[in-house]
């Protein structure tokens, strides 16, 4: 972050931390069912909608998070987020009845998905937007990954609520931090050059969801965001099953496989990025190799035989898809006028949970009902999907700006 102003360097800090939460908060759910089922008394298709409660309110926040921005500032819109996260695991923590418990998810989904698009929004006018998104959704990887470890521990010794307990508390100091180190009101964007002000944006309260999401380019935007989500988590979901059920695959190196598999992804979004960018990569071509990668590796894991490959395969795969989604965010501001941006942040980002709902159950049905054999072939063929969408998004993008001569960079500019 060396290119960063010093008045930078804490809230983005800051951001990446509050990531770390996010990641940890996704990674405890699987560990906390088997404790939450026996403290109800529900099985595993009741206990689970606690999943589509969660996304609901994930969705709802896609919705609001551009005008709370537009309306309010990075900062109040920050609080917001963050305060209703906490409150929804406050609430949590003193075990209430099931229905409340899902109407707590429904609150903690909207809190996640603002705080998500929120710091989004933030990082994608920032120098080095790319490589900073990147390394922002890297450490939802850390947290994933530390989250089952957490919760592991923590049920050792304490009931399940405890956990939400704690990512309630941690979340409070660093809604301090954002209020210490954000300014109450951001100075507005400059206009780009060509572009009047209020062009296509709407009304100045209200019509902006409406507006962004009849331009072509951010819808397509989504779509592509939604079908990576869908990718990522299928696999993430499934794959255990296809390594022990294909490959014959020990449970235990399965799970190592697919641990790998986060990992790849998680390193991706760290590694990826800055190489491409001292090799004078676009972001848009970056995205394309990623892509490329994304597709070989899916096409391995089918056609080349052997348990072996299979693992290799999708390691390979985790790196590959590792920046996509914070690289489209970072491309973000070149998909419609600058002042409708954090809408379609917000818009992007909450219908890509449909594509984590959907395409995953889809694997699932498929494999029950032909094979798990069928995932490598599936997820080639919604890797495929993605680079003909991605391809449809680049040929409605705004140019990518000149950085000034006076070397202050371009918002989106790739280097830092």
């Known amino acids: 972050m060396s290119a960063l102003r010093r008045d930078l360097w804490a809230p ?25 089922m026996d403290d109800y008394g529900l099985d595993k298709a009741t206990i689970g909608t606690q999943f589509f409660a969660f996304s609901a309110g994930f969705m709802l926040s896609g919705s609001t998070a551009g005008p709370l921005i537009h309306r309010f500032g990075i900062r109040a819109s920050l609080l917001l987020g963050g305060g209703t996260f906490a409150l929804a695991g406050l609430f949590t923590a003193v075990r209430p009845p099931f229905l409340a418990f899902l109407v707590a998810q429904v609150v903690a989904g909207y809190g996640t998905g603002v705080f998500e698009s929120v710091l989004n929004a933030y990082l994608t006018d920032l120098p080095g937007a790319t490589t900073l998104l990147n390394r ?9 990954l530390l989250g089952p470890l957490l919760a592991t521990w923590i049920l050792t010794f304490l009931p399940w609520t405890a956990v939400w307990l704690v990512l309630a508390l941690v979340c409070l100091p660093l809604l301090i931090g954002f209020y210490l180190t954000l300014p109450a009101r951001e100075a507005p964007p400059p206009t780009p050059a060509g572009e009047h002000p209020g062009e296509h944006a709407g009304p100045a309260t209200g019509g902006l ?3 962004a999401a009849r331009q ?4 397509l935007g989504a779509v592509f965001l939604a079908v990576y989500v869908g990718l990522e988590i299928s696999v993430g979901n499934w794959g255990f099953s296809f390594l022990v059920d294909e490959h014959g695959q020990s449970d235990l190196l399965a799970g190592y496989t697919i641990s790998g598999y986060w990992l790849g992804l998680t390193l991706g979004r760290f590694l990826i990025s800055p190489i491409a960018t001292r090799l004078g990569m676009t972001a848009t071509g970056m995205t394309f190799l990623c892509l490329a990668g994304v597709t070989l590796s899916t096409a391995l894991a ?3 035989p052997g348990a072996a490959m299979a693992s290799v395969s999708f390691v390979l795969l985790g790196f590959w898809l590792g920046p996509v989604f914070p690289t489209t965010m970072a ?8 002042r409708l941006v954090p809408t379609a942040i917000g818009l992007i980002n909450g219908v890509s949970v449909v594509g984590g709902a959907v395409f995953p159950w889809l694997t699932g049905a498929i494999a029950q009902g032909i094979g798990a054999w069928t995932l490598p072939p599936f997820a080639l063929a919604l890797a495929l999907l993605q680079l003909v969408i991605w391809w449809l998004v680049t040929t409605r993008m705004t140019p990518a700006p000149t950085p000034p001569v006076s070397g202050v960079p371009a918002r989106d500019q790739e280097a830092i």
Do not use: D, E, K, M
């Open 209 to 211: 969801l409406s507006t």
């Open 302 to 304: 089918w056609l080349v």
């Open 136 to 144: 922002l959704h890297a450490f939802f990887g850390v947290g994933a």
């Open 216 to 219: 072509p380019a951010v819808l």
């Open 12 to 36: 983005v800090a800051l951001s990446y931390v509050t990531f770390i939460l996010v990641g940890v908060s996704a990674g405890v759910g699987g560990v906390l069912l088997p404790a939450q």
């Open 331 to 338: 491309v973000a501001p070149r998909l419609t006028v600058t």
